[in-house]
């Protein structure tokens, strides 16, 4: 595609509910990242894919979280039992190789209540 | 493992004046460094990369950095703000694996 697509682009859920959040990288890009941006934050790494190698998921924050990343291409991060502190906007990023630059999607602004 | 530190958290500046922010990094091997910007309610987007060559890059809007391995630094600077400059700027680093990112930086443009 065009660029890197991610939706929904906002998610309102309840306290304790999962919820999915996708992401669809630049076709042919073979690494993709997930990050967590809080209010007035920086970005938080979450997980990283390259190839078919094994994920780097060292910056999931607990064990609610996790991701998978189908045929090399689209990317579904999954949040359990959502908690308050989950609300932030989630931002997904795709590179060719990994080593040249990341493009980002517009992110997943999650709000739990 | 690598990590970058951007040292100001805020940066008021003077419409036309210079403005550097700076952005130091670790690593224990070769690394491949990125400015970002994020304006307001946008996406971030690429403002330059240093990945070989030539130390000094020059990046989209007037910006360029230079990357400087004996201080580890990577600092962003131009040489005249414009009001539209006022967004968040991010340095990453990408090291052996991840692409990390710094807390950013609120570059505020004062008429």
């Known amino acids: 595609g065009a660029g890197v697509s991610q939706s929904p682009s906002n998610k309102v859920t309840e306290k304790g509910k999962d919820v999915e959040l996708r992401c669809d990288p630049i076709s042919g890009h073979t690494a993709l990242y997930w990050y967590r941006q809080s209010l007035g934050q920086g970005l938080e790494f979450l997980i990283y894919f390259q190839g078919n190698s094994a994920p780097d998921k060292s910056g999931l924050p607990s064990d609610r979280f996790s991701a998978e990343r189908t045929g090399g291409s689209v990317s579904t991060l999954t949040i359990q039992r959502t908690q308050q502190e989950d609300s932030a906007v989630y931002l997904c990023?795709?590179?060719?190789?990994?080593?040249?630059?990341?493009?980002f999607g517009q992110g997943t602004r999650l709000t739990v209540v | 493992a690598q990590s970058v530190t951007q040292l100001d958290s805020q940066v008021p500046v003077f419409e036309e004046a210079p403005v550097e922010l700076r952005c130091n990094y670790s690593s224990s091997v070769s690394v491949y460094l990125f400015w970002y910007v994020q304006y307001p309610n946008q996406g971030l987007q690429l403002l330059l990369k240093?990945?070989?060559?030539?130390?000094l890059v020059k990046g989209i809007n007037g910006f360029e950095a230079e990357f400087n391995k004996s201080q580890t630094s990577f600092h962003l600077r131009k040489p005249s703000v414009h009001i539209s400059d006022t967004a968040e700027y991010f340095c990453?680093?990408?090291?052996?694996?991840?692409?990390?990112f710094g807390q950013g930086t609120r570059l505020t443009i004062n008429p």
């Open positions: 990453a680093v990408r090291g052996a694996q991840k692409l990390v």
């Open positions: 240093y990945l070989s060559g030539s130390t």
């Open positions: 990023a795709s590179s060719l190789n990994g080593d040249t630059e990341a493009f």
